[in-house]
C-alpha cells in the first residue's frame, strides 16, 4: 500500500493530511509529531489563548474523530531522528522504522535562544508550544513585572497580552524600531507609539546582556541598565529545523529548498511550512516565510504536488497581528532594504500603507481596515505598474480594484 507520511504534527502537516484525503488519495497517511497534543494553529498561542478568551479544544486542526473517519494515523509524542532516502524510511526515536511512497518536512522552526548568562532561570519563557503558552499564561495571569526582549511579532503580542492582565512590561530592542525587519522604521513607530499609549516601557537601541536571579529570574541586564523582572518572554524569532533534511543531504539554505510545487530535489520528497525555503515566481527566488498562511496553504499545495498535481505556489506571502484594540493584515514581500517609499491613507486609527520599490507596490498593509482589506493591495502588487503616490496617499481618491 502506497504510504505518504509527513513529518511534522502542526497545521502544515493536518492540512496535508486532509488535502490527501480531499484528493482521493486512498493509501496510508501517516502524521508523526514529536509535541504530546494533536496538530494546532499557532496564532492563538500569542493571542486568544494566551488572553484566556479561547479555550483548549478550539486551537486544534480537527479533533481525534475526524482523523479516526479520514483513516489518518497521527503518532503524537514522536519524534523522527533520521530519514534514509535509498530505503524510504524514517527512523522514529526508539529505533522504530516507517516507510514510505512520498514523505513531506513539516518540521517547523524553533525559538531562537537568547545565549546570555541565566538563560536557563525558571520564569524565562520562550512561546512556540501549546505548552509554552499554558506556562506563559499561568505567569500573566499572577500579575508582576513582565519583560519582553525583543520587539517583533511574539514580542509584542506577548507584551500587548501581558499589558491587558495587568502586568508591569518592558519590551527590550536592540534596533531602533519595533518590527525593524518586518516593516521598517516608518511602520515600526507606529507600532511603538501603540504600545507606549498602553503604558509599555519600550527600551530600544538596547541589549539584553544576562539574566539575574537565583533559581528563579529576578532581573533583565542589558547594556543600559538593569530591569526588575519576574518573568521573561524572549522573542528574538526562530529558526527552521532543517537537521533531518541537511543529515540526509538534502539542499539547505535558510530551510529546505524546494520549488514552487514544494518538491526537494528528491523527487519523493517534499517540505512546506515554516521549514521550506520556496522558489517563488514573482520574486524569482526563494523565500521562507514564518506565518499562518504558509502553513494553511503550503500544506495542501505540498499535498497535491505529492499526489503527482502540477502545483506552482504563487500566492503572496500573509499575516496579521491584534494587539490591543489593532487588527492588522499584511500582504507583499520585500527583502530588507528593498523598498524606497511608504505611502499612507487613512486616519491615526484605521489606514493603508503601502511600500515602494521604483514606483510600484510590492507591499501593503492595513490597519483596523476591514471594509476594505488587502484586495487593492493585492492586485497593486500583481499589476506590477508605476503608481500615482499622492493619488495613493489620497483617502479622497478611490482605491484600484
Not at 539547505?252 to 519523493?268: H, K, L, M, N, Q
Not at 492595513?366 to 503608481?387: C, F, M, S, T, Y
Request: proline residues 5%; hydrophobic residues 40%.
Amino acid at each position: 500500500m502506497d504510504t505518504h507520511v509527513i513529518v511534522g504534527g502542526g497545521l502544515t502537516g493536518a492540512k496535508a493530511a486532509e488535502t490527501l484525503r480531499a484528493e482521493g488519495f486512498s493509501g496510508r497517511v501517516v502524521v508523526v509529531g514529536a509535541e504530546p497534543d494533536l496538530p494546532y494553529e499557532r496564532p492563538p498561542l500569542s493571542k486568544g489563548y494566551l488572553l484566556g478568551q479561547d479555550d483548549r479544544a478550539s486551537v486544534f486542526v480537527h479533533d481525534e474523530q475526524w482523523y479516526a473517519d479520514q483513516r489518518v494515523e497521527v503518532l503524537t509524542g514522536r519524534r523522527v531522528t533520521a530519514l534514509d532516502r535509498a530505503a524510504h524510511e524514517v527512523e522514529l526515536a526508539g529505533g522504530e522504522r516507517l516507510g514510505y511512497t512520498k514523505l513531506l518536512l513539516a518540521t517547523g522552526a524553533s525559538p531562537r535562544r537568547l545565549r546570555v548568562p541565566g538563560n536557563d532561570l525558571k520564569g524565562v519563557h520562550y512561546l512556540r508550544r501549546l505548552a509554552h503558552a499554558d506556562r506563559l499564561r499561568d505567569a500573566l495571569a499572577s500579575g508582576g513585572r513582565v519583560v519582553v526582549a525583543g520587539a517583533g511579532w511574539i514580542g509584542l503580542e506577548t507584551a500587548a497580552a501581558a499589558r491587558t492582565y495587568g502586568c508591569e512590561v518592558a519590551v527590550v530592542e536592540p534596533a531602533g524600531s519595533p518590527l525593524h525587519a518586518a516593516l521598517g522604521p516608518e511602520l515600526g513607530g507606529f507600532f511603538a507609539d501603540l504600545h507606549r499609549r498602553h503604558g509599555v516601557d519600550l527600551r530600544l537601541g538596547t541589549t539584553v546582556t544576562g539574566f539575574a536571579g537565583d533559581s528563579a529570574v529576578t532581573a533583565v541586564q542589558t547594556d543600559q541598565g538593569e530591569i526588575p523582572a519576574d518573568a521573561v518572554v524572549v522573542g528574538i524569532g526562530a529558526r527552521p529545523e532543517t537537521q533531518l533534511a541537511e543529515e540526509a543531504g538534502l539542499a539547505v539554505d535558510d530551510g529546505v529548498c524546494v520549488d514552487a510545487g514544494f518538491r526537494t530535489e528528491d523527487p519523493d520528497i517534499f517540505a512546506a511550512g515554516d521549514v521550506a525555503s520556496a522558489w517563488h515566481p514573482a520574486y524569482e527566488r526563494r523565500i521562507r516565510v514564518e506565518h499562518w498562511a504558509a502553513a494553511t496553504n503550503g500544506g495542501p499545495a505540498a499535498a497535491r504536488s505529492m499526489l503527482g498535481h502540477e502545483v506552482v505556489h504563487d500566492e503572496l506571502p500573509y499575516f496579521f497581528s491584534d494587539q490591543y484594540d489593532v487588527g492588522m493584515e499584511f500582504t507583499g514581500w520585500f527583502p530588507p532594504g528593498g523598498y524606497d517609499r511608504v505611502v499612507t491613507r487613512g486616519t491615526d486609527e484605521a489606514f493603508h500603507a503601502f511600500w515602494l520599490a521604483d514606483g510600484r507596490v510590492v507591499a501593503g498593509m492595513h490597519v483596523n481596515q476591514w471594509d476594505e482589506g488587502l484586495d487593492a493591495v493585492r492586485k497593486l502588487i500583481a499589476d506590477g505598474q508605476p503608481v500615482d503616490a499622492d493619488r495613493l496617499a489620497d483617502p479622497a481618491a478611490p482605491l484600484p480594484g
